[in-house]
């Protein structure tokens, strides 16, 4: 059973970083791009940032350029959001995502994924 269980979230000042954690099993993901999205209740689900299969490119969504990093260690299954000089609007869920068939376009749909995380609740105090 394939399973993508995100860790790091909590409260956190406005201006403080957190870094989120994203640990596959059930199958390797290191030949699949893999990215972080995020959800505030009552909206769509967004997307933050992609990382490709060989971590040699990444994309960000325009709100986040700048504030946050996708990385991946591959022989961990792993990916990472790290997230600094969070805002007031960067509290959401968050969730990391697998595709379907292992591309991601620079700006991926939510129909693009197979495999969703549980998520894990980002909160910032102002």
């Known amino acids: 059973q394939v399973q993508l269980v995100e860790s790091g979230g909590g409260l956190v000042q406005a201006g403080g970083s957190l870094r989120l954690s994203c640990a596959a099993s059930?199958?390797?993901?290191?030949?699949?791009?893999m990215a972080w999205f995020r959800q505030v209740s009552g909206k769509d689900r967004e997307f933050v940032a992609t990382?490709?299969?060989?971590?040699?490119?990444?994309y960000y969504a325009d709100s986040v350029k700048g504030r946050f990093t996708i990385s991946r260690d591959s022989a961990k299954n792993t990916i990472y959001l790290q997230m600094d000089s969070l805002k007031p609007e960067d509290p959401a869920v968050y969730y990391c995502?697998?595709?379907?068939?292992?591309?991601?376009?620079?700006?991926?749909?939510?129909?693009?994924?197979?495999?969703w995380g549980q998520g894990t609740q980002v909160t910032v105090s102002s």
């Open positions: 059930g199958r390797t993901f290191s030949n699949y791009d």
């Open positions: 995502a697998a595709p379907f068939s292992g591309t991601l376009s620079v700006v991926p749909r939510t129909t693009q994924i197979e495999y």
């Open positions: 990382i490709t299969w060989s971590g040699g490119q990444t």
